[in-house]
């Protein structure tokens, strides 16, 4: 039976605008948190590109449908597995099924989020926990089975997709903030257990991104925000993408436990 991998290989040798770099030897099985969003997106794509196996999880079956197939027109073929990645049993099932459809899993990328944006004197503990399920406790669910298989295979990516609010901080995302600070937290710590292993573990911290989020903030406010960016511009889906890509590289593997700000000098540690 002919393997994902396999296939790609083979889409790799035949068609050469998605020749991957010559630091990637083979192609990897590589599953997005949170693809279907605007950064995620970007990021499926450059490693589709770059001859890799890709997968991602979903909640809302229509849009996740219907975004596969505008892919799919675009000639990208991905992968999608419907998840809640905030719960810890559905994580560990979703993975198992990508396993068996696809192959063992060894770049993995943490997306997903969520916002729940008020000050935290009126902020609900659903708020709160909502937002933190979904941005932080969803990094171990996704991450704590598919590490087995990275053991196992000597060899691992992961990169977690953090933000620059966890840097700094912004008014009204107490919860957002946290989640996103605990992301490198968990970075950092796991990248010292399994370093040894081949496998590295890194943080990207987007600044702001043109997606359609930025999109819907009233104009005037939107420029106020670009005024503080020393590149003059928001960044884009491909600016994070292209870090992710750099990322789960074989040749990058001297770079772990790191937090890569990937904000055109809005904030910088």
């Given at each position: 039976?002919?393997?994902?991998?396999?296939?790609?290989?083979?889409?790799?040798?035949?068609?050469?605008?998605?020749?991957?770099?010559?630091?990637?030897?083979?192609?990897?099985?590589?599953?997005?948190?949170?693809?279907t969003g605007g950064i995620g997106t970007?990021?499926?794509?450059?490693?589709?590109?770059?001859?890799?196996?890709?997968?991602?999880?979903?909640?809302?079956?229509?849009?996740?449908?219907?975004?596969?197939?505008?892919?799919?027109?675009?000639?990208?073929?991905?992968?999608?597995?419907?998840?809640?990645?905030?719960?810890?049993?559905?994580?560990?099932?979703?993975?198992?099924?990508?396993?068996?459809?696809?192959?063992?899993?060894?770049?993995?990328?943490?997306?997903?989020?969520?916002?729940?944006?008020?000050?935290?004197?009126?902020?609900?503990?659903?708020?709160?926990?909502?937002?933190?399920?979904?941005?932080?406790?969803?990094?171990?669910?996704?991450?704590?089975?598919?590490?087995?298989?990275?053991?196992?295979?000597?060899?691992g990516r992961i990169v977690n997709i953090?933000?620059?609010?966890?840097?700094?901080?912004?008014?009204?995302?107490?919860?957002?903030?946290?989640?996103?600070?605990?992301?490198?937290?968990?970075?950092?710590?796991?990248?010292?257990?399994?370093?040894?292993k081949g496998i590295t573990v890194n943080?990207?911290?987007?600044?702001?991104?043109?997606?359609?989020?930025?999109?819907?903030?009233?104009?005037?406010?939107?420029?106020?925000?670009?005024?503080?960016?020393?590149?003059?511009?928001?960044?884009?889906?491909?600016?994070?993408?292209?870090?992710?890509?750099?990322?789960?590289?074989?040749?990058?593997?001297?770079?772990?436990?790191?937090?890569?700000?990937?904000?055109?000098?809005?904030?910088?540690?």
């Amino acid at each position: 039976m002919t393997t994902a991998v396999q296939k790609a290989q083979t889409v790799q040798q035949n068609n050469e605008t998605n020749t991957p770099p010559a630091t990637q030897a083979v192609p990897r099985v590589c599953l997005v948190t949170g693809g279907t969003g605007g950064i995620g997106t970007e990021i499926c794509k450059r490693l589709a590109r770059a001859g890799h196996v890709v997968a991602t999880t979903y909640r809302n079956e229509e849009k996740a449908k219907a975004w596969k197939a505008q892919l799919a027109a675009e000639g990208y073929t991905l992968h999608i597995y419907k998840c809640d990645v905030a719960d810890f049993e559905d994580s560990q099932r979703a993975v198992k099924a990508i396993v068996a459809d696809l192959g063992p899993i060894t770049v993995l990328v943490n997306s997903a989020g969520i916002t729940r944006d008020t000050t935290l004197r009126k902020m609900s503990h659903d708020q709160w926990r909502e937002v933190i399920s979904n941005n932080l406790d969803s990094v171990f669910n996704i991450t704590r089975p598919v590490l087995d298989y990275m053991l196992e295979n000597n060899f691992g990516r992961i990169v977690n997709i953090s933000s620059i609010n966890g840097q700094k901080g912004q008014f009204g995302q107490a919860n957002y903030s946290a989640a996103k600070a605990g992301m490198h937290g968990f970075t950092k710590a796991l990248a010292q257990e399994v370093a040894k292993k081949g496998i590295t573990v890194n943080t990207v911290s987007p600044g702001y991104i043109d997606t359609d989020m930025i999109q819907g903030v009233p104009e005037p406010i939107r420029l106020g925000i670009m005024s503080q960016i020393p590149v003059g511009r928001f960044g884009k889906p491909e600016d994070v993408a292209h870090v992710v890509s750099f990322l789960v590289e074989e040749g990058s593997g001297f770079i772990t436990g790191a937090n890569i700000a990937t904000n055109g000098g809005h904030f910088m540690d």
